[in-house]
């Protein structure tokens, strides 16, 4: 089915022999394009990027554990502190690792 969709596509689209430098330039919502297409930025805090984004979906977690926890007693915390537990070990290396500017 895939390939009967791409067979079909090369022989409904229209193919242009020549293409025009207006056709060549990058589409940008109908805006003039300012600049070139890719841009250089710097990747010094991307490790705290990382680590921001995976921890804040955990303290989601960890607030809703906290706000049940005297209904779910003993048996519901042993696998929230595994939970930790298993995280602060990739946490620890991660502030490892951005402490290597090599690496980045």
Do not use: C
């Not at 242009?16 to 710097?42: L, M, N, V, Y």
């Not at 809703?64 to 007693?73: D, P, T, V």
């Amino acid at each position: 089915m895939v390939a009967l969709v791409i067979v079909l596509r090369l022989f409904i689209t229209p193919k242009d022999p020549r293409p025009t430098p207006e056709k060549k330039k990058p589409f940008e919502s109908g805006q003039i394009a300012a600049g070139p297409g890719r841009t250089r930025f710097i990747i010094q805090y991307y490790p705290y990027l990382l680590m921001f984004v995976v921890y804040d979906v955990v303290a989601m977690f960890l607030f809703a554990w906290g706000l049940n926890l005297r209904a779910l007693g003993a048996s519901g915390s042993v696998p929230v502190l595994v939970f930790i537990v298993v995280l602060l070990i990739p946490l620890g290396y991660a502030l490892h690792l951005a402490n290597h500017r090599e690496n980045w």
